[in-house]
């Protein structure tokens, strides 16, 4: 597989993940019961966690010969 294919779906994978945390956030925010701001901000740490991770990975992947 090329590195730019396995870096593609790698990052449409987490693309996907955090989509999913929005999207358990959302059911959350639909009971109009509970203030998601909480949720926010660890969805926000967690996307920063994910853009390093990612990066790194990329990295790694960028750094195999081929």
Do not use: P, Q
């Amino acid at each position: 597989m090329k590195k730019s294919t396995l870096i593609n779906k790698f990052e449409a994978k987490i693309d996907a993940s955090v989509e999913a945390l929005y999207d358990a956030r959302d059911l959350i925010e639909d009971t109009g019961e509970i203030d998601t701001y909480f949720i926010d901000e660890a969805i926000e740490e967690v996307e920063e966690m994910i853009a390093k991770l990612s990066n790194d990975v990329s990295d790694a992947v960028e750094d195999i010969e081929e």
